[in-house]
């Protein structure tokens, strides 16, 4: 059973940094596109970050670019999320999903497996 599974979300102050976490199972994802998605209240789900096989190509939403960084343990399976300089705009569910590759990084509907989300706010 392919499962991905989001951790590290939380309230945090307006500043203040978290770092998600998404741990694969069920197939080898160390081929697979990466990526982050979120969805705040009453807006739909947008683009954050996404990152290639090896590392090496990452692609951020204008909104996020310079705070948040986006990486990957493929020894692991994991991703990780590591969000900086957190606004309240930034509250929403965040989602890991992997894309076998299609490399269409920014494009929801592109990816084959998501998580179930984890939460995060920014307080004022």
């Known amino acids: 059973q392919v499962q991905l599974v989001e951790s590290g979300g939380g309230l945090v102050q307006a500043g203040g940094s978290l770092r998600l976490s998404c741990a694969a199972s069920?197939?080898?994802?160390?081929?697979?596109?990466m990526g982050w998605f979120r969805q705040g209240p009453g807006k739909e789900r947008e683009f954050v970050s996404a990152?290639?096989?090896?590392?090496?190509?990452?692609h951020y939403a204008n909104s996020v670019k310079g705070r948040f960084t986006i990486s990957r343990d493929n020894a692991k399976n994991t991703v990780f999320l590591q969000m900086n300089s957190l606004k309240p705009e930034d509250t929403a569910v965040y989602y890991c999903?992997?894309?076998?590759?299609?490399?269409?990084?920014?494009?929801?509907?592109?990816?084959?497996?998501w998580g179930q989300g984890t939460q995060v706010t920014v307080s004022t």
């Open positions: 999903a992997a894309q076998i590759p299609e490399y269409h990084y920014s494009d929801y509907d592109r990816y084959h497996y």
């Open positions: 069920g197939r080898t994802f160390s081929d697979d596109i």
């Open positions: 990152i290639n096989w090896s590392g090496d190509r990452t």
